[in-house]
């Protein structure tokens, strides 16, 4: 199992709403976020003047199932988020509402560092398709040493780590069920296959058959799971998302007229998911089904809990 991590969050001001920091033990990294009414306040904070990443957050006009990021870094994380607010004419953004920075404890990131450190970010963000990011290209940096490499690397990683925990997922990855062994594919190792069998959708009507597995809360239909040709139920709100997943190439036709998944994708219920597979509203829980089984995924949910609860009850 993977091991636990302990979080340390401050509420800075005493409220939720408010400026926010989060350390991980064990990591030189620091986290300050908040909103863009507190900007006042977190320029004036000690952070601000270190060298660090920094991220712009704000919705999508055209798109509300995913927010407009821009990725930056700075010698002075302060003095460039005080451009970032100006007004579009005068060279700043309008679209953001949460700033989010990572600097270091120690102040051992260098200008070199965080250069190298924006370059993964901006990759990992287009990658994982969570965002609509603002930033225009990627610049590679790669006089970087090795060792050092490697550490962005863990950086990155820690930070990739934290920012769900603080309500941002645009670097959380949606491609593929995650291999806490490395792994690639949609196959999952041995503990979490044990724990999210693999699920399977069949609508001979349409000659249609797909493929599912949970992992971290997720629901994932596997690359290469077929889906209706089009969407059958006009108006409804998952129709956005569907659209979506056409624009973006998650989902695409194949030779058979049908529509297929190019790419394992993760979905926030098996009720999205099966919506999306059939092109209409589903119920997840009873149309995905155990492929080795045949049992619902509600009843699997169903006996995975009362499983756990009798274990715990015997415990006690």
């Known amino acids: 199992m993977t091991q636990g991590r302990s979080i340390r969050l401050f509420l800075v001001d005493g409220t939720p709403h408010g400026l926010l920091t989060a350390e991980i033990m064990n990591w030189t990294g620091h986290v300050l976020t908040g909103p863009r009414g507190k900007l006042s306040e977190l320029v004036q904070r000690p952070e601000c003047g270190r060298t660090g990443v920094y991220f712009l957050v704000g919705p999508d006009a055209e798109n509300s199932a995913r927010p407009q990021v821009y990725i930056g870094e700075s010698d002075d994380v302060g003095k460039r988020l005080k451009q970032h607010n100006r007004t579009e004419e005068q060279g700043g953004k309008d679209f953001w509402e949460k700033v989010c920075l ?163 994708y993760a979905f926030s219920s098996p009720s999205a998911a099966a919506a999306m597979v059939v092109g209409r509203s589903a119920n997840g829980r009873t149309e995905w089904k155990r492929e080795d089984t045949g049992q619902t995924y509600g009843e699997w949910q169903e006996q995975v809990v009362s499983e756990a609860a009798e274990s715990s009850a015997e415990v006690l």
């Open 102 to 264: 990572i600097t270091s404890k120690d102040q051992n990131l260098t200008k070199a560092h965080v250069k190298y450190l924006e370059s993964l970010l901006i990759q990992q963000a287009q990658r994982v398709g969570r965002c609509t990011l603002i930033n225009g290209t990627r610049h590679d940096y790669i006089g970087l040493p090795e060792a050092d490499q490697a550490d962005m690397a863990f950086f990155l990683e820690q930070i990739r780590t934290v920012l769900p925990v603080l309500g941002f997922e645009f670097l959380r990855d949606s491609s593929r069920p995650p291999s806490r062994d490395g792994a690639e594919g949609g196959s999952l190792n041995a503990d979490e296959a044990a724990a999210s069998p693999r699920f399977r959708m069949i609508f001979p009507k349409y000659g249609i058959t797909a493929y599912g597995q949970e992992a971290e809360g997720e629901f994932f239909v596997l690359e290469g799971s077929q889906a209706r040709a089009s969407w059958a139920a006009p108006g409804h709100s998952y129709q956005p998302l569907h659209q979506r997943l056409l624009e973006e190439g998650v989902l695409v036709e194949d030779e058979t007229g049908l529509l297929r998944f190019s790419r394992d």
